[in-house]
């Protein structure tokens, strides 16, 4: 990536609150390390790749747009439940020392990627983790979680809920086009004592299929202890 493409680009992260100027050397290598290792082992699709900054580091920084809102410098803990090739998890932990990040994937070469990049990139503040959600050992650790084109609303929910502390929340990532998503989920959210708070809405920078929505779940109690249950009844019987 040229000087001047990265500038275009990285001035667009201005519309999310964040502020590029300590942090350009830093995304600009891990874009460079992304597109190379990319041609390996395939961590986004052919058809993303032309749009990495714009479907996925700013899609991931989006985030930004909850953090102002309900935490702003607070130190966090987060968990990011199937984060593949490191998203949102390693913009976000690019650009926020304050948030601690467990990116858990159960994909083993996309967990190694998520390790280099930490090395090279020198990111204390990621802890890549080779495992499945549901099989995960953390009791209700978890101030943030965080789960991007992952599954539908009422499955992500039962991986996600029970990690969260009380009064903390639960990031969806989301197409505008998850009301349906919203409606299926209602049963799982009143089982897993949680509830939508807001949708925050947003467009990546690019001329289609750019509507998003960031939709904010706030648990609100205890989840029951049986959650979440193993990966095929989740799938096979979702709440």
Do not use: W
Not at 57 to 72: A, E, G
Request: hydrophobic fraction near 40%.
């Amino acid at each position: 990536m040229t000087l001047k493409e990265s500038s275009d680009y990285f001035s667009k992260l201005a519309e999310l609150g964040i502020n590029i100027d300590k942090k350009s050397v830093l995304l600009e290598k891990f874009i460079d390390i992304f597109l190379e290792y990319n041609q390996k082992i395939n961590l986004i699709s052919r058809n993303d790749f032309r749009f990495l900054f714009e479907k996925h580091i700013y899609d991931s920084l989006s985030l930004n747009l909850f953090l102002k809102k309900y935490y702003k410098d607070t130190p966090l803990n987060m968990l990011d439940i199937g984060t593949g090739g490191g998203f949102p998890s390693i913009p976000v932990s690019i650009f926020f020392n304050n948030i601690n990040i467990t990116a858990v994937d159960s994909t083993l070469k996309k967990i190694k990627f998520i390790e280099f990049v930490k090395n090279e990139l020198k990111l204390n503040n990621i802890n890549p983790l080779c495992k499945r959600a549901e099989e995960l050992s953390f009791g209700a650790d978890f101030d943030i979680c965080l789960s991007r084109a992952m599954a539908e609303l009422r499955i992500i929910l039962e991986y996600a809920i029970p990690y969260l502390k009380e009064g903390a929340f639960f990031v969806a990532y989301k197409s505008l086009k998850a009301e349906e998503e919203i409606k299926n989920a209602k049963n799982a959210l009143k089982i897993l004592n949680a509830e939508i708070t807001e949708q925050i809405e947003y467009s990546l920078p690019i001329e289609t299929e750019n509507k998003r929505v960031l939709i904010i779940i706030r648990k609100n109690a205890q989840t029951p202890g049986i959650y979440p249950r193993k990966n095929g009844l989740i799938l096979k019987k979702p709440l």
